[in-house]
């Protein structure tokens, strides 16, 4: 029990190594040395993550490491919006270092002989052509246990609305073949979905852009460098929390 808390107490001072890195990354975008940093730190967490069972905080320090590695080998860029992302990411971990053992907020993490979730939360649709976006927004979401379906676009988006059953729906707003504006229109124009929640999330806030949304039929507007403040809040206010 002794090491099982000095690991958690690792985790914690681990996570704030992590913090520490992005925030020096977010000064000095370019700095291979801060690159690596993120990397290492990200890495750590990680590994003892999954020794205390932070199987979801594991599972996003591994995501946060492998966009650091495709930023490293020129495969995306980093620009503010993902930074955004990341500080929103290591507030999350450090959240996770320190919740008690008895009571873990999260449904990967609960204890018991069955750590799986007994059931799924309520079904959300994140549409985004950013694919490290996308997937940073799909596990903020799940963490907190709503099922998350991903789309990485307007069109494959549309035939998700159509094919599934969702409480809720979350997209970009530039995006190619159906942008956000037009999909949240095609939505709306059909009455079986006339009720559907949709959040539209965007780069910046261009206040042009999100009464367009608003004219579409968009119930909301966040920022994606606030999401960490406002996007759990705004779906759970819509659809209520994920097991409700």
Not at 150 to 158: C, I, M, N, S
Request: hydrophobic fraction near 45%; glycine fraction near 6%; charged fraction near 25%.
């Amino acid at each position: 029990m002794v090491m099982f808390e000095l690991l958690r107490l690792q985790a914690q001072t681990q996570a704030h190594v992590l913090t520490n890195c992005v925030l020096a990354l977010a000064r000095d975008p370019l700095g291979s040395e801060q690159l690596n940093a993120c990397a290492s730190a990200a890495r750590s967490f990680e590994r003892t993550a999954n020794m205390v069972g932070l199987e979801a905080g594991a599972v996003l320090a591994r995501t946060m490491e492998e966009c650091f590695a495709a930023v490293r080998r020129g495969e995306i860029e980093l620009q503010q919006e993902l930074i955004g992302l990341m500080l929103q990411c290591v507030d999350l971990l450090d959240s996770m270092a320190k919740l008690s053992p008895a009571a873990p907020s999260f449904p990967e993490a609960m204890p018991g002989r069955d750590r799986r979730p007994a059931r799924k939360g309520k079904p959300v649709l994140v549409v985004d052509d950013s694919v490290e976006v996308r997937e940073l927004e799909r596990k903020l979401l799940s963490f907190r246990g709503y099922d998350v379906e991903t789309a990485a676009d307007g069109v494959d988006a549309w035939h998700a609305v159509l094919n599934g059953d969702f409480d809720l729906v979350l997209t970009d707003v530039d995006m190619p073949l159906l942008d956000g504006i037009q999909l949240t229109r095609l939505i709306r124009q059909d009455p079986r979905f006339s009720r559907l929640p949709i959040l539209i999330a965007c780069d910046t806030d261009d206040v042009e852009q999100r009464w367009r949304g608003f004219d579409a039929g968009a119930d909301y507007y966040v920022l994606k460098g606030r999401l960490h403040d406002t996007l759990v809040e705004a779906v759970a206010t819509r659809i209520g929390p994920a097991h409700s």
